[in-house]
């Protein structure tokens, strides 16, 4: 694919340097309630072979349901019982969900917008920071790449492989969290307006291998053995009814495609005293990317609201229009279960948008010309930026430097024979 590539030195230099970053933060890490909660859910698998019916009560009521959660947690542990076991299946699913996506990428935008992609993603603070430590959002970039990789070959012919693929995706980001609903809206959204072909076995064996992570909570529910979930202050609708939580849910649709990591910034520690301006001036230019994702997402799309603007889509190949199809569909994936959500929704609970939120960035940054030096420089400074962003969380946070021994809900004994695992 890049073998005559005038790019394939600096691809493959990116590449390496968000691998050696995604390393760096996911064995470097310390462990907090989450991590801790899922660690005794995949120890009560490797110690007693007790599969879960789900992997965690919401605070939203309700809970994470199925077994594969536990499996994925459980399964380095089987072979190395360390506390960072588990960090090496999301750390695959991050190199996987970014193989699946630069084909595509490569097929529309060719090495150049290659190129792109793994500076705006693979190098992307908002990921490494959110799958650089053990929770949910870690494993979701997989299903996620799933579900466009599948749909955007589903768009020219029926396959039961990947219509099984597309199926099982929903399945699998269903046990891992419940944004997975945006997926399920934007498939909706491409069945209904004709822009994937659904070959029905496939749809059937997506079906039942996905069922079949379900059966331990089949047989809990036929014996009443289900734990009530966590009360919810919150009800159906709420965010649409307050305004402020679902514009905040929408806003995430263009925050997502760059750099800004406001508040992980404030969080560091080092920025007290004579270096706060320095903090302030990363926050905005944190902030000033959005400004320029605003920009990407009004020029990407406005040809689909307003009429003035129709010819903007004479350029776009038919690939490219469906894949500003499949954008549109995240977004109305995000829309309503931004207005259904019973709670305010947080950046990373809307991680799995990440492949569609960052189609107008993409295309953008793809149309400008590399032989001509304010790009360059511009890419460069994004480059930058983007290390600097990284290395700000990564030696500033608590949660990426030990403070102790043991963690103090193993001091606190409040969970139970863990204790081999920081050994």
């Not at 390393?23 to 490797?46: A, I, K, N, P, T």
């Not at 959204?189 to 749809?203: A, D, I, P, Q, T």
């Not at 270096?275 to 001036?281: A, D, K, L, T, V």
């Amino acid at each position: 694919m890049l073998k005559h590539s005038k790019y394939r030195n600096l691809i493959i230099l990116f590449f390496l340097i968000g691998l050696f970053l995604q390393l760096l933060v996911s064995f470097s890490y310390w462990v907090g309630g989450d991590q801790m909660h899922l660690l005794e859910l995949g120890m009560r698998l490797v110690d007693g072979g007790n599969l879960s019916s789900f992997s965690k009560l919401k605070e939203g009521g309700g809970a994470n349901l199925g077994s594969l959660m536990q499996i994925l947690v459980a399964g380095p542990l089987f072979i190395w019982e360390n506390f960072r076991a588990p960090m090496l299946v999301p750390i695959l699913f991050n190199i996987g969900a970014y193989l699946m996506i630069s084909k595509i990428i490569f097929e529309n935008y060719q090495d150049k917008g290659l190129l792109i992609f793994t500076i705006i993603f693979w190098l992307s603070p908002i990921r490494l920071y959110n799958t650089g430590f053990l929770w949910e959002p870690a494993y979701i970039l997989l299903p996620a790449a799933m579900h466009l990789y599948s749909a955007y070959y589903m768009r020219s012919k029926k396959s039961a492989y990947l219509t099984f693929m597309h199926i099982f995706s929903l399945f699998v980001g269903l046990q891992i969290h419940n944004s997975v609903l945006i997926l399920v809206i934007a498939s909706l959204y491409l069945l209904f307006s004709r822009k994937v072909k659904v070959e029905w076995k496939g749809f059937a064996l997506g079906l039942f291998t996905g069922l079949l992570f379900f059966i331990p909570l089949i047989l809990d529910v036929l014996n009443n053995n289900l734990p009530e979930s966590t009360s919810s202050s919150g009800y159906l609708g709420q965010s649409l009814l307050k305004v402020a939580p679902f514009l905040k849910g929408v806003l995430y649709f263009v925050k997502m495609t760059t750099f800004d990591m406001v508040k992980a910034i404030q969080e560091t520690s080092f920025w007290d005293g004579s270096y706060r301006w320095i903090m302030y001036i990363f926050q905005i230019l944190s902030i000033s990317v959005v400004v320029f994702g605003v920009y990407a997402n009004y020029k990407y799309y406005r040809g689909s609201i307003f009429k003035k603007w129709a010819n903007d889509y004479q350029s776009f190949s038919p690939t490219n229009l469906w894949l500003k199809d499949y954008g549109v569909s995240i977004f109305w994936g995000l829309i309503i279960s931004a207005a259904l959500s019973p709670i305010t929704l947080q950046a990373w609970m809307v991680l799995i948008i990440i492949f569609g939120a960052i189609l107008p960035l993409q295309h953008l940054l793809s149309s400008f010309s590399f032989n001509e030096q304010k790009p360059k420089l511009f890419m460069l400074a994004f480059v930058i930026i983007e290390l600097i962003m990284v290395f700000t969380f990564y030696f500033g946070q608590l949660k990426f430097n030990r403070p102790e021994q043991y963690p103090k809900e193993l001091q606190e004994q409040k969970y139970e024979n863990l204790e081999r695992l920081f050994e």
